[in-house]
């Protein structure tokens, strides 16, 4: 094991693989000095400008070029710079990557990662700032993958590299300094098993990307009151681990999803809504959601912060359900 | 008429002719198909066209890359696709090329290095950009033949995809097959500027201008960019003037012009222009009517055959979705 952290991580992840497969190379904005938040630093040295390609300010045309390479038969991985860019792309994600495997009979395969640093992070207001996870969960052929550690920025994207469909890679701008352990074994962590990030009996926390460390502070609120709450980290969002879920409600009898996205609409819905059409015989109260209210994220410090969910409005809500 | 160079092979015309019959056919095969109910979903002919993908793609290697519209029947003929998977595709029969998961706009044909139709106008550029991007860091020789129309000059993927490729110096050759509509909107009442060639000299892409209806001169030209591409050139475009005789769609009855201005334009069209032109050459009418018997007879052929083929298998709309997180055959 190492200490290192959740932007390292995501670095090693990628400079192992290219090791690995000549056919991996990475594209995007400013990677070549090291990527904006430095997620790319030393790889040009190590890899060279035709692996770590700088583009033009074209997100169309690195998702473009990137799906082209990808049925070409290389592993292209494209850097969005922000979640809210990707944006400027979704005609080439959405119609033309998340498709063409499907459209033409399965001759084709786009084996391609895109990155999309997504979240709340330094007052950067209302087209710096989304979490849009839920968008491309509606999109069949889309894998979407959230880590929340900085074991599994790396082991994820290793695995997102060596999946053979695109997959939506959701690092949390908040997350790229937090350190923790590593394994240095280099090996994938698998797609769609989510991880038990606390153990508890009275109430299952699903959580994901920024929001697990909220629901684990807000869970040691909750233990200093007697109240043991469990938190799943789903890790990734397509596929989920409904198994996970499903195994951990039947335990608590409790649900609450997290989410730190707008809550109307969101990825918490589809959880809530699965575990009330499948096993709400296990329930002992209704099912709670928390996330963003419906408005574009404001730059003030003050009104950012009223976006945020926190620990105590967790641990509030759960104290709810557990009273009843 | 179509003016053929003193040292024009006959064979080579004759089988540019071939083609572009057997694209006419395919299409007019598929309309005949469409009108009995046996195609349920659009198609977008390019009646009058042929000759730009006959010309282009007799400049590919079956190696060489190739990405299309969705007018592209014409371009996957020609770059060698099978008429009958073609057909069957279009029925949304098995057997089709996408095994009818695709339909006229998605005909993709991986084995002849066809990635794909498309029914995004400018889609492909950026596609075909990114597949020459691969071939070049992966040092491989071959090129990518990009066709898109003249409404795609006004998507941005035309400015990001022409300038990436300028910037990477990549083996791609655009094809600006410009029949002047955009849709059913005449294109030059919408856009600005001297024009498509202008717009790639801009961006560092230099560019020739064709008649398209000649294909004998677009073979010709092709046949110089390709040289210059394949000597490390970085991208060229070739800009192909035509006219589009049928309407956008089949369900297109073209209001939006004369059949006067059709009729004038339709004395132009390109197979017409190529069979006077080998008739110069001394090749015998009679011949001439073979060829074209066989690509009727073919396309027929291709038509009886797909009547009769089966339906996918259910299944078939569970699979190839994706491999993490795959649907479950009748789940929601």
């Known amino acids: 094991m190492s200490e290192i952290t959740y932007l390292e991580a995501g670095r090693d992840a990628l400079a192992e693989e290219m090791r690995r497969d000549a056919t991996v190379w990475a594209v995007g904005e400013d990677l070549g000095r090291g990527g904006v938040f430095g997620q790319y630093q030393g790889l040009v040295e190590e890899f060279g400008p035709e692996r770590i390609v700088d583009t033009p300010i074209s997100e169309a045309a690195i998702m473009g070029a990137a799906i082209g390479a990808a049925l070409a038969g290389t592993r292209p991985v494209v850097e969005m710079r922000f ?116 153990e508890g009996t009275d109430v299952t926390v699903v959580a994901w990307s920024r929001m697990v460390g909220v629901a684990e502070q807000a869970a040691a609120l909750l233990a200093a009151d007697g109240v043991a709450a469990e938190v799943i980290d789903l890790r990734s969002l397509w596929p989920w681990d409904r198994d996970a879920v499903f195994a951990s409600v039947r335990k608590t009898g409790r649900l609450l999803v997290v989410q730190e996205s707008v809550k109307v609409g969101g990825f918490g819905a589809e959880v809530a809504a699965t575990i009330g059409e499948e096993a709400a015989d296990a329930l002992k109260a209704p099912i709670r959601r928390l996330g963003a209210p419906r408005v574009p994220i404001p730059y003030s410090r003050p009104l950012e912060d009223l976006c945020r969910v926190s620990p105590e409005a967790i641990a509030a809500a759960v104290a709810d359900m557990v009273r009843g | 008429m179509t003016a053929p160079r003193d040292n024009m092979d006959p064979e080579r015309l004759r089988g540019l002719y071939r083609v572009m019959l057997r694209i006419r056919a395919f299409e007019e095969a598929a309309e005949a198909a469409q009108k009995d109910g046996h195609v349920p979903g659009g198609i977008h002919q390019s009646i009058g066209q042929e000759a730009i993908a006959a010309g282009v793609c007799a400049n590919l290697e079956r190696s060489d890359l190739l990405t299309s519209n969705h007018r592209g029947h014409g371009h996957t003929l020609a770059k060698g696709a099978d008429p009958t998977a073609m057909m069957r595709e279009l029925f949304g029969k098995a057997g089709g090329t996408c095994q009818g998961k695709g339909g ?152 939006y012009r004369s059949a006067e201005e059709v009729a004038a334009r339709a004395k132009d069209e390109p197979i017409g222009r190529c069979r006077a032109a080998l008739l110069g050459l001394g090749v015998a009418a009679a011949d001439l009517d073979t060829i074209e018997g066989a690509a009727t007879r073919e396309m027929t052929d291709a038509v009886a055959d797909s009547v009769a083929a089966p339906w996918p298998a259910p299944e078939l709309a569970f699979t190839d979705v994706q491999d993490i997180g795959a649907p479950l055959w009748g789940a929601p």
Not at chain 1, 141 to 159: I, S
Not at chain 2, 148 to 162: C, H, Q, S, T, Y
Not at chain 2, 223 to 238: D, N, T
């Open chain 2, 104 to 255: 006229s706009m998605h005909i993709a044909d991986f084995d002849i290095g066809m990635l794909g139709a498309n029914g995004v106008v400018a889609a492909g550029i950026l596609i075909a950009v990114g597949a020459a991007h691969a071939l070049k860091l992966r040092g491989e020789a071959r090129v990518v033949a990009c066709f898109f129309g003249d409404g795609a000059v006004n998507r941005g993927p035309f400015l990001e995809g022409l300038n990436w490729a300028a910037a990477h110096r990549l083996a791609v050759l655009f094809v600006c097959e410009d029949n002047g509509f955009a849709a059913t909107t005449r294109t030059a009442a919408l856009t600005a500027g001297p024009g498509i060639m202008a717009r790639a000299e801009s961006l560092g892409v230099a560019a020739r201008g064709v008649d398209g209806n000649d294909v004998v001169a677009v073979d010709d030209v092709t046949g110089a960019l390709m040289a210059e591409l394949r000597a490390g050139s970085g991208p060229r475009l070739l800009h192909a003037r035509t006219y589009r005789l049928a309407g956008h769609t089949t369900a297109d009855a073209g209001g």
């Open chain 1, 83 to 198: 979640s809210d860019f990707a944006l400027c792309a979704q005609d080439e994600l959405v119609n033309q990557a998340a498709k063409a495997r499907y459209m033409f009979g399965g001759q084709a395969r786009v084996p391609m990662v895109v990155r999309q640093p997504m979240g709340l992070w330094r007052s950067s207001a209302a087209q710096h700032s989304q979490s849009l996870e839920n968008w491309w969960v509606h999109i069949p052929g889309l894998v979407v993958v959230a880590p929340a550690t900085p074991a599994d920025n790396k082991g994820l994207l290793k695995a997102a590299i060596r999946c053979d469909d695109p997959v939506v890679y959701l690092e949390h701008k908040d997350l790229w300094r937090a350190s923790g352990e590593v394994p240095d074994d280099g090996e994938p962590v698998s797609i769609g098993a989510a991880r038990l990030a606390r």
